[in-house]
């Protein structure tokens, strides 16, 4: 346990040297990981998945708040549905404009959560984030965390949905945005898995505030068990 401790002090020292270059480095690497995640569950239009336009923005959101970054991933997200289905890019525009107002109004230097649990859970490894987040953050990371698993299950019913065959009808516009709506509202997986996250991120953080001996140690293990329970 020792050297686990001097090695983090040691990582935190260096970290804390060399932030003004690690910091945009680490933030490029992570903007090009999010949006080629965009772009391998919704690239439909090849002109934005190009590698310059790629880096470029990757770039911009090396030097920007996250903030930032996750709105560039919500304008690439937009254009990639407009360029296959006009008409499903507009509710896709309400749906994420309200999780971007949302994410923006309590919780705007936590982008980086929002835009992890996405390529984390094509990872199959999403149940990681909340325990982080109940060791390093607060409950009002519970925000963050339930807009990233939307946009997840978002993809998902965008994938279905470009399927639809769409004609100019009012009736068949109807069916487009009922399937969508429902989708999500009515997504059962979604709903106990926010529950479950929001769970784990609680348990997490009062357990490691509590005064005792090994308190973060007993936290990681009962945000951890409260994740296998709920998903059991």
Wanted: charged share 10%; aromatic share 12%; net charge positive.
């Amino acid at each position: 346990m020792l050297q686990l401790l001097e090695f983090r002090e040691r990582v935190k020292n260096f970290y804390q040297r060399y932030d003004a270059y690690l910091l945009p480095i680490i933030k490029f690497i992570f903007a090009f990981i999010a949006f080629q995640t965009i772009n391998r569950e919704i690239g439909y239009d090849d002109r934005l998945k190009s590698l310059p336009i790629i880096l470029g923005i990757s770039l911009l959101s090396a030097f920007t708040p996250s903030a930032v970054m996750v709105l560039l991933a919500a304008i690439i997200s937009i254009l990639h549905v407009y360029f296959i289905s006009p008409i499903l890019s507009i509710i896709i525009i309400v749906i994420l404009m309200i999780l971007y107002l949302l994410f923006a109004r309590y919780t705007p230097r936590q982008g980086y959560v929002l835009l992890a649990l996405p390529i984390l859970f094509m990872l199959k490894i999403p149940y990681i984030i909340p325990v982080l987040l109940g060791l390093v953050s607060t409950p009002i990371a519970m925000i963050p965390t339930i807009c990233g698993v939307i946009i997840y299950f978002l993809f998902q019913i965008i994938k279905t949905a470009v399927a639809m065959q769409v004609n100019i009808s009012v009736e068949d516009i109807i069916q487009l945005y009922t399937h969508v709506i429902d989708s999500l509202t009515r997504n059962r997986q979604m709903i106990m898995t926010i529950v479950i996250f929001a769970l784990i991120i609680m348990v997490t953080y009062f357990i490691r505030k509590m005064s005792f001996d090994y308190a973060f140690e007993i936290s990681i293990l009962a945000g951890g068990l409260t994740g296998i329970l709920g998903f059991l």
